[in-house]
């Protein structure tokens, strides 16, 4: 499948989709070290992708989403941004609501 098309579907199918380096536990880059810990802080489920094992898609999105960084967070199909954003969120309180928001209903 074109890798825009693979990078489209996940992002439709994840209200809440991190792209980041590495995975939640074992995080591979400080930026995504903050922002995987903003994200879990709020307690909602989320998808996640590691572009390190993922060539295409680290030299893709950026071109998808005209954001030339990861970590990226994407909720309910946007682009909502990288390390500073979603940290700077996180601290005004933003993140949470937008979050359980997002998230699907138990
Ligand atoms: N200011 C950025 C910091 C993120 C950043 O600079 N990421 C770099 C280093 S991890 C990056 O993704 N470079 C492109 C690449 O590694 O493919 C943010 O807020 O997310
Ligand atoms: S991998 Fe070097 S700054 Fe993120």
Redesign the pocket.
Known sequence: MDIMQVIKDQIENNDILLYM?GSPNQPL????AR?VQAVMDCGQKFAYVD?LSNPDI??NL?LYGNW?????LWVKGELV???????EMHEKGELKPLLEEAAPAE
């Open positions: 380096k880059c400080g930026f995504s922002t572009v680290r030299s950026p030339p960084t990861f970590p990226q941004g990288g390390c500073d954003i979603i940290t």
